[in-house]
């Protein structure tokens, strides 16, 4: 199994970036993908979560309203559109693979977002 994510960057506040998350050895229609956030310095936080079927979607308070999580399956890609950035969505993110049936789960290296003037 294999996931790993791309996109991040430095972005000035109020900008957007798209993250990308590349998933392969896990049967996607059976897979939880998400996003989580680590800070430095703190613990990782989940961020956004999209079920198998793209159709359920969920959010940390933090980025309602501002950042969008998609899936295309065909091409075992999960996407975080992040908009409106702010200076404290500075993070590292990862992506999670999750298998629903068997449990298995795998992360990805983590892609660094820098929000600053």
């Known amino acids: 199994v294999q996931v790993v994510e791309s996109g991040g960057g430095s972005v000035q506040p109020g900008g957007s970036l798209r993250l990308s998350c590349v998933v392969s050895?896990?049967?996607?229609?059976?897979?939880?993908l998400s996003w989580y956030s680590q800070p430095p310095g703190s613990m990782r936080g989940l961020v956004s979560t999209i079920d198998s079927t793209g159709r359920q979607t969920s959010y940390a308070d933090s980025v309602k309203g501002r950042f969008t999580i998609s899936r295309d399956n065909a091409e075992n890609t999960v996407y975080l559109q992040m908009d409106s950035l702010k200076p404290e969505d500075s993070s590292v993110y990862y992506c999670q693979a999750r298998d629903t049936d068997y449990g298995y789960t795998a992360w990805g290296q983590g892609t660094r977002v820098t929000v600053s003037s």
């Open positions: 050895g896990f049967t996607l229609s059976r897979t939880i």
